[in-house]
């Protein structure tokens, strides 16, 4: 199947710019990661989305969806760390944005821009709720 160039283009720009929207917010609040990771992070997945969309038949497609997935939650691992004073863990929150920022750069690759768009404002709202004890 012959790929787009356009509509590869503007999948890939969707899933930059949405990830930048969350990205900006975690850098702003100085988090570990912030603007380029989850830029990267939602590009990545368009672009292993895209390939699979492309390069693949029936069921392949959604193994590379799911490997996708896995392989974020290794990156999101690796932000999460003990508190500085051991009285807790610190990270999940960021884990989590990269996570779904993840399924944003998926969908956005899917042309599912709905999707896309309402899953990162539902992400930069709750990431904006207040902390509570």
């Not at 974020?72 to 500085?84: K, P």
């Not at 750069?105 to 509570?132: D, N, Q, S, W």
């Amino acid at each position: 199947m012959d790929a787009p160039v356009m509509d590869i283009t503007l999948r890939l720009l969707a899933a930059a710019v949405l990830a930048a929207v969350i990205g900006l917010e975690r850098e702003l609040r100085g988090k570990v990661a912030g603007l380029r990771t989850h830029i990267l992070i939602s590009v990545g997945a368009a672009a292993f989305t895209l390939g699979s969309l492309y390069g693949f038949e029936g069921y392949e497609m959604a193994r590379v969806a799911s490997g996708v997935v896995a392989g974020v939650g290794f990156i999101g691992g690796g932000v999460i760390f003990r508190g500085g004073r051991g009285d807790g863990i610190e990270g999940l929150t960021t884990a989590a944005a990269i996570w779904v920022t993840a399924g944003v750069g998926l969908a956005a690759a899917c042309g599912l821009y709905l999707l896309a768009v309402f899953v990162t404002v539902l992400t930069v709202v709750a990431l904006e709720l207040p902390k509570l004890k």
